[in-house]
């Protein structure tokens, strides 16, 4: 960091042409050149300064909460503020001052540095105060006309030809800037450090070649931790210089990250101010539904970043990863930013919804400020609307690439994702058949070549919803295809008490045939991969066409079985039916009906399991079939 001492009196030139034109002014005062250097240094007693002098002080000025007694000559000669103020009557002595400055850009700080100019005292400007020097002389007017070398001119010079050409003190300025608004925007200090910042980057990542690397990124941490507006201008001034849209994405990410508080556990963030740890008070509990007891000031801080994020977004797809618009998303729900902004989030969200997780999917449903949810009210814990609006977009987009054949379809790709999310939002007691069925079929139906995970859902959904009527289970279970459950779903499915009767029906009957199916493939398998005499090839292949024709009839011996088995199944429901008001339970003589049907059918499997056995050749090894 680079600093330059000053001396106030190294420029004073003769005062005798000065004079004649300050007595032009009625207000004006003469001031002799001795009485420059009547001060060596000032002495703090709690809130009050004192010039150390052998003249006693008539002037005393209120800055903050610091009152400073001094003299009038030194000031007025070099500051045009002051000069123009009536000073030889006190206007505010009943008050313990004679001056009051509101609002003085760098406060009490700042003003005994520019006293100490005023004195003839050495200062030092350095990238850290040259900014709060240069709006301070500009509230008290300390021009040329005032005086030759004057601390405008001194600190303007200072801040172009010292501060702007190196990139560290250059960030030191932007960033002492965030408390002299608006003196430092209107004087263009911020402007003409964005612009320096912004053509730094463009020549470093020019030769090395734009690529997101370690040297492509040294600039990240740097802006990361500017105030949010800062932040933006430079981003803004970055792409207009042409920066690839992929460095962008991943230092706004690289942002979000350090500032954004997380959404679990201690929500703890990164100051953007200072670089430094800090505790976000913002806390809340999901699964209760209610948020911590926040400041209004940190709630909109936390809602311009976000909202400020969202915007300057790069338009391409891939510059920025579907986790952290997910992120986003979360907060820009909980924080209540602008539902123009949450809209066009959730559309960009959809273009990219193949590469999200199912824990990003879980979002939030209550938002900073909101109250305790009435226990009448039927609340959900995620937002379910939110993630349905997602998939709506994304299979929005997925027809467009089908009609302009752009690329292939990743649909399904998709439905692990959703049939993982209907499993944790079937864990909500509060979440509607209705919504649920809505949400798992939205997917189309060339989506899911396995329903296992959409069987899993449904199966979580009717344990944490014990008291769905029959007639809601059936509509339920409708939308699972059975035909695409394997073997193992199956099996569970065969003993499931959850589902209603006639899928525990079909599962079970399912599973007799797969396992009659997959007996009869092995063994006529096993018959011709371990035929060794060529001699014997005729006789193996015509004697498997035989076997062939023989399974053929068997199936519909089994089709005629569970033909019969829906045919029990209906007259039980009609006894049941004309027998519910008399409590008598009509299931003794259907499931004989039923044992029966499932005797002759593990009786036909057995029969067949020992024919198959009779038909391998002697010598041959015999295949055991579980």
Known sequence: MQQLVLDGQENTSDHHESDENHQNHDQCIVVPTMLNAIADGFIKKEKSWFATSQLPSDLSIRVEDITIYVHKYPLIARCGYLNQIELHEPQNSQLGYDIKLEKFPGGSETFETILKFCYGLPISLNPANVAALRCGSEFLEMTEAMEEGNLISKTEAFF?????????????????????????????????????????????????????????????????????????????????????????GSCIMNYGERCLPSMYGDTRGMDCKNGTNRRNDSQWSITSGRIGETSIGQNKEQRTIIESLISILPPQKETVSCKFLLRLLKMSIVYAASPALISELEKRIGMVLENASTNDLLIP???????????????????????????????MYEQQKLQQQELKSTTLNISKL??????????????????????????????????????????TYLKTHPSLSEHDRRRLCKIMDCGKLSLDGCMHAAQNERLPMRIIIQRIMQVLLSEQVKM???????????????????????????????????????KTQ?????????????????????????????????????????????????????????????????
């Open 160 to 248: 172009t030809f010292v501060a702007l050409s190196s990139w560290n003190d250059t960030i030191v300025v932007i960033k002492s800037c965030e408390m002299l608004s608006p003196w430092a925007e209107n004087l263009q200090i911020v402007r003409r450090c964005c612009d320096s910042i912004a053509w730094k980057i463009f020549r470093e990542n020019s030769t090395a070649g734009e690529s997101i690397t370690n040297e492509g990124t040294w600039w990240f941490d740097d802006v990361a931790t500017l105030r949010i507006d800062f932040f933006m201008r430079i981003i803004t001034a970055v792409r207009v210089k042409g920066i690839k849209p992929e460095i962008i």
């Open 365 to 395: 449903t209550y938002a900073v400020g909101e109250q305790t949810i009435n226990s009448n009210e039927e609340q959900t814990i995620h937002n379910i609307d939110v993630v349905q609006r997602i998939l709506d977009y994304f299979l």
């Open 418 to 459: 959703f049939d993982s999310y209907l499993v944790e939002i079937a864990r909500d007691p509060n979440v509607s058949i209705t919504k649920f069925r809505v949400l798992a079929e939205s997917l189309p139906r060339h989506a899911r070549t396995c329903h296992d995970g959409l069987y899993r859902a449904i199966d």
């Open 520 to 558: 009869r493939a092995a063994v006529h398998g096993k018959d011709i991969t371990e035929s060794d005499d060529n001699s014997d090839k005729e006789n193996s292949w015509s004697s498997t066409k035989n076997e062939v024709k023989s399974l053929r009839e068997e199936l519909e011996n089994v």
């Open 562 to 626: 569970m033909a019969e088995l829906h045919r029990d199944y209906s007259e039980l429901q009609q006894e049941y039916e004309k027998t519910n008001s008399k409590h008598r339970s009509p299931w003794t003589s259907g499931w004989r009906k039923m044992k029966k049907s499932a005797l002759f059918i593990r009786k036909m499997v057995e029969d067949e399991t020992q024919e198959g056995e009779h038909r391998v050749k002697p010598g041959r090894r015999t295949q055991s079939i579980s």
